[in-house]
């Protein structure tokens, strides 16, 4: 696959200038987390206008998406703070995966890097009590097979589903070049995948997600931040889905967002009036 690959792009993309790979906007994000990342506060909260609002929370303001809602806590407290009969069409969650890269890191460093999950303790997150009998799972996972093979076989049978598909996200360059090379198992890849998962009769009322399918975006210069799956997922999900997203960093309209860094990209500072 990796030679395939490499091909391809670089053949569609030969005359392409090189980036910097968003350095400026990558130092400033890494200045931004380092300000917010010691916020340990639990509070929630909702905009149930049809349009967007800003709202002044612990003497900072942030802009709030319309039809949104959302709690910043522990992803483990999130179903006492919801109605007990509260399930979601999809569920999109991208977790803090063991890596020990990032434990390297935070040895060196103590504010760098994030903390990290084991596979038993994301087994435990109440997913499967959340999500409608029809519901589909969206998890973000990387490119470790063990990490893989426990979502398969520990994960998803622990929330009372089952594996369906992965797709996979090609991270580009604005230029349209891979942000590094397709290479063999364990080094960096310039791909992420996307794991779904459903109860097992979820084929019967709607269509499940293909397998391997790609995604090709550039990558924000933001670390580990994901590109919303909103407009992808649309042909998979009922009309007007009731939407969840777990380990949240921003905000989408329509959704419910639930993590203990859930507002860092509202911020107002991060935007610029137009």
């Keep these: ?11 569609n993309f030969e005359s392409c200038e090189k980036e910097d790979n ?24 909702r905009n149930e206008n049809d349009f967007s609002i800003v709202v002044e929370i612990f003497n900072e303001k942030y802009l709030i998406p319309a039809k949104s809602k ?6 483990f407290d999130l179903r006492s703070k919801l109605h007990d009969d509260a399930k979601f069409d999809v569920i999109v969650l991208d977790p803090p995966w063991w890596n020990k890269y990032i434990r390297r890191k935070r040895k060196k460093v103590e ?36 990490h893989l093979k426990s979502v398969k076989e520990e994960i998803f049978p622990s929330w009372g589903i089952s594996y369906l598909s992965s797709w996979f996200w090609v991270k580009v360059t604005r230029g349209g070049e891979t942000v590094c090379q397709f290479s063999q ?5 310039p791909y992420e995948r996307i794991v779904f998962g459903s109860v097992a009769d979820r084929h019967q009322s709607l269509p499940s997600p293909e397998d391997n399918k790609l995604i090709i975006s ?22 007007s889905p009731v939407c969840l997203e777990l380990f949240a960093r921003y905000l989408l309209p329509s959704w419910t967002s639930c993590g203990d860094q859930v507002l860092s990209l509202q911020s107002l500072n991060l935007y610029e009036a137009c």
């Design 1 to 11: 696959m990796s030679d395939k690959m490499n091909n391809i792009f670089s053949n």
């Design 22 to 45: 968003n350095l400026s906007a990558r130092l400033v994000s890494k200045s931004h987390f380092e300000t917010i990342g010691k916020n340990t506060s639990t509070f929630s909260g």
């Design 70 to 75: 959302f709690y910043c806590c522990n992803v």
């Design 111 to 146: 504010k760098e890097g994030y903390k990290m999950m084991f596979n038993d303790d994301i087994s435990k997150i109440p997913v499967g009590d959340l999500l409608q009998n029809n519901g589909l799972v969206a998890m973000w996972c990387t490119n470790s097979a063990n």
């Design 185 to 189: 198992p364990s080094k960096k890849q």
């Design 218 to 239: 550039v990558p924000s210069a933001v670390h580990s931040h994901k590109p919303p799956l909103v407009d992808v997922l649309s042909n998979y999900l009922p009309v």
